[in-house]
């Protein structure tokens, strides 16, 4: 079945450690993206790319980091400089502009 | 600036039918989504709608203004696993999702 994995689901971090969120789709969808969400707020979109080796900063970029070696895979590095970084992060694809978007099952992160 | 509104919570009986709402004001527009997110998990594809009316899907339906920047989703025949937040968004010019902050819908017995 096709999908997205996402992982780990929990994730515990001492303050001032980088962790990595780890993203892998086989829908072979071009575009990835990586979402915060936050009680009472909407998703927040923290980093997307569209091709391979291509990806753009979103509306709350500070603090993360992601690469895109492979069509499947976009990690997320949530680094100690993120101010706040205990939320839910979604990771989703599409096909491309205007395709609906397909989500893992988010990753939990929490700061210690 | 863009803003996508909804009501926080809702309740609704098991059974009956609820509407729930979407205003919009984005810097373009390549059509609004309706996603379900059951808590803890990842949101779900419910509707797509980018021109004006009325899209039925089985017990679901999704409703879109352009002209008002509205729309909105109906639910019927209520079912306790409707129980969820119910998100909108509206996608922009550049093809990037705008977001509501969600509704969440209560279903009593």
């Known amino acids: 079945d096709g999908g997205i994995t996402q992982s780990p689901k929990y994730l515990f971090r001492k303050e001032g450690q980088n962790v990595t969120l780890s993203c892998e789709q086989n829908?072979?969808?071009?575009?990835m993206y990586w979402y915060r969400q936050d009680p009472g707020q909407g998703l927040r979109l923290i980093y997307y790319s569209q091709i391979v080796n291509d990806f753009q900063k979103g509306d709350i970029a500070e603090g993360y980091s992601v690469s895109r070696e492979k069509k499947e895979s976009f990690p997320l590095t949530v680094t100690s400089a993120q101010k706040n970084p205990t939320a839910f992060y979604l990771c989703?694809?599409?096909?491309?502009?205007?395709?609906?978007?397909?989500f893992g099952e988010g990753s939990r992160l929490t700061v210690l | 600036g863009q803003n996508i509104d909804q009501p926080t919570e809702m309740t609704a009986t098991e059974g009956a039918i609820v509407q729930i709402n979407c205003t919009y004001q984005t810097s373009g527009f390549n059509g609004l989504f309706w996603y379900q997110q059951h808590a803890g998990e990842a949101p779900t594809f419910l509707s797509y709608?980018?021109l004006d009316g009325l899209e039925e899907k089985g017990r679901f339906s999704s409703f879109l203004s352009r002209s008002k920047g509205y729309s909105y989703l109906l639910l019927k025949e209520l079912q306790m696993k409707d129980s969820a937040s119910y998100l909108c968004a509206n996608m922009d010019s550049n093809y990037q999702l705008i977001w509501g902050a969600g509704t969440k819908l209560i279903i009593k017995p």
């Open positions: 709608n980018v």
């Open positions: 829908l072979n969808h071009d575009a």
């Open positions: 989703a694809s599409n096909r491309g502009e205007a395709g609906e978007l397909f």
